[in-house]
T-cell receptor, first 112, second 112 residues
Framework: GAGVSQSPSNKVTEKGKDVELRCDPI?????LYWYRQSLGQGLEFLIY????????KSGLPSDRFSAERTGGSVSTLTIQRTQQEDSAVYLC??????????FGPGTRLTVL | RKEVEQDPGPFNVPEGATVAFNCTYS??????FFWYRQDCRKEPKLLMS???SGNEDGRFTAQLNRASQYISLLIRDSKLSDSATYLC?????????????FGRGTQLTVWP
């Protein structure tokens, strides 16, 4: 069956521009998670959704970062006024009760 | 203090060797434990869950010591294909679908 998909797979942007990253979770997975991973670093938790609400958004690094989820399915992570330190791979994962957390292939963001 | 701590390595071992990774977690209320594997430039994937009594999956053995808040992964008869980063993952008590806490990972290279 279809796994978690993310788009775009790669995004190059100029400093100061806004970017929007998309995640399509596995159908029926109620929980959705966003992480980022800088080169050679561990996973950094950003936010998680249960349904359309976000019980834990403690990992968002600044108010330039926001995320939403609609219809209990697709989620978008928006980064406003991007900075070079935002360059990383942004990973999305989804999960349902009794199942493991499945990750998407990630979006590689490069801010020039 | 980080929720999950791991020795980042790298561990470089010959084929056929036995190698062990350790991990400690800080929250005594942690409830579920996992090892994930991440290949270079790929997303993490579940390797195995860790049960209180310890569990084995082929060449892989996971152990949990709740008193010491310590998790281990033993790989016997290492294969070249075992080269990857191994992530120790913990879920705290609470919401069934709550966030997972990832260690930074231990890098393993198996050489011929």
């Amino acid at each position: 069956g279809a796994g978690v998909s993310q788009s775009p797979s790669n995004k190059v942007t100029e400093k100061g521009k806004d970017v929007e990253l998309r995640c399509d979770p596995i159908s029926g997975h109620t929980a959705l998670y966003w992480y980022r991973q800088s080169l050679g670093q561990g996973l950094e938790f950003l936010i998680y959704f249960q349904g359309n609400s976000a019980p834990d958004k403690s990992g968002l690094p600044s108010d330039r970062f926001s995320a939403e989820r609609t219809g209990g399915s697709v989620s978008t992570l928006t980064i406003q006024r991007t900075q070079q330190e935002d360059s990383a791979v942004y990973l999305c994962a989804s999960r349902t009760v009794g199942n493991e957390q499945f990750f998407g292939p990630g979006t590689r963001l490069t801010v020039l | 203090r980080k929720e999950v701590e791991q020795d980042p390595g790298p561990f470089n071992v010959p084929e056929g060797a036995t190698v062990a990774f350790n991990c400690t977690y800080s929250n005594s209320a942690s409830q579920s434990f996992f090892w994930y594997r991440q290949d270079c430039r790929k997303e993490p994937k579940l390797l195995m869950s860790v049960y209180s009594s310890g569990n084995e999956d082929g060449r892989f053995t996971a152990q949990l010591n709740r008193a010491s808040q310590y998790i281990s992964l033993l790989i016997r008869d290492s294969k070249l294909s075992d080269s990857a980063t191994y992530l120790c993952v913990v879920k705290n008590r609470g919401s069934t679908l709550g966030r997972l806490y990832f260690g930074r990972g231990t890098q393993l290279t198996v050489w011929p």
